[in-house]
């Protein structure tokens, strides 16, 4: 290992840009919360969603987590308005039609209980009189706003959304606003994952 690399995981509150650059006054970037020098974000997680983001300064690892191809499975816990029926987990399962596109195939199960979160700030606001529901959803794929896009398209629209793991990568311990480094089996497990051929000789 060497130590010009660095590859770490952020707990992305809700509000924060997944960037370093300021575009707008009101809302938070990551610089805010992270003063590590050219890291970047491998893939993104939108403003108003919370959860494990992925930073590295590898370029080459970043190019290969990037790429469509890559397909590595991406796991989300998902508030819905109302309680998704078996058909509407089927449709989500098989893949929806969102603008013109099809999603692939995806793991989504209608989750027993409320999982344990720190709360939302600002909170989500509750209908009395509509019920709400938690879906884990695992996906291969990272289109825009594609989960929200997906629930909305079965009729339950999405409430709040927090991404808990990337491949085998977790959020475990970590709090709102936290990171860390990544440790040297995870830094092993996602070099293998990414730079399968084996031509790859510089880690993180």
């Not at 930073?55 to 990037?66: I, K």
């Not at 989750?111 to 979160?117: A, D, F, Q």
Request: glycine fraction near 4%; charged fraction near 25%.
């Amino acid at each position: 290992m060497t130590n010009k690399y660095r590859c770490l995981i952020f707990y992305k509150p809700y509000g924060v840009l997944s960037q370093f650059t300021k575009d707008t006054p009101t809302r938070s970037t990551l610089k805010d919360y992270i003063q590590i020098a050219d890291v970047y974000p491998v893939g993104r997680l939108d403003w108003d969603s919370e959860g494990l983001l992925l930073l590295t300064n590898h370029g080459q690892l970043q190019h290969r987590l990037s790429d469509p191809r890559f397909g590595h499975e991406r796991t989300y816990w998902v508030q819905v308005e109302r309680i998704p029926d078996a058909a509407a987990l089927t449709q989500l399962q098989e893949g929806v039609k969102i603008q013109d596109y099809r999603t692939r195939k995806a793991l989504v199960k209608l989750l027993p209980h409320e999982p344990l979160l720190p709360e939302r700030d600002p909170p989500i606001r509750f209908r009395k009189n509509v019920p709400t529901a938690w879906l884990e959803m695992t996906l291969t794929e990272g289109k825009n706003r594609q989960v929200r896009r997906m629930t909305a398209a079965v009729g339950f629209p999405t409430l709040r959304l927090v991404r808990v793991s990337i491949a085998h990568m977790k959020l475990d311990n970590l709090q709102p606003a936290q990171w860390r480094d990544l440790t040297s089996s995870e830094l092993k497990l996602l070099h293998d994952l990414a730079f399968s051929n084996g031509r790859v000789t510089k880690q993180c």
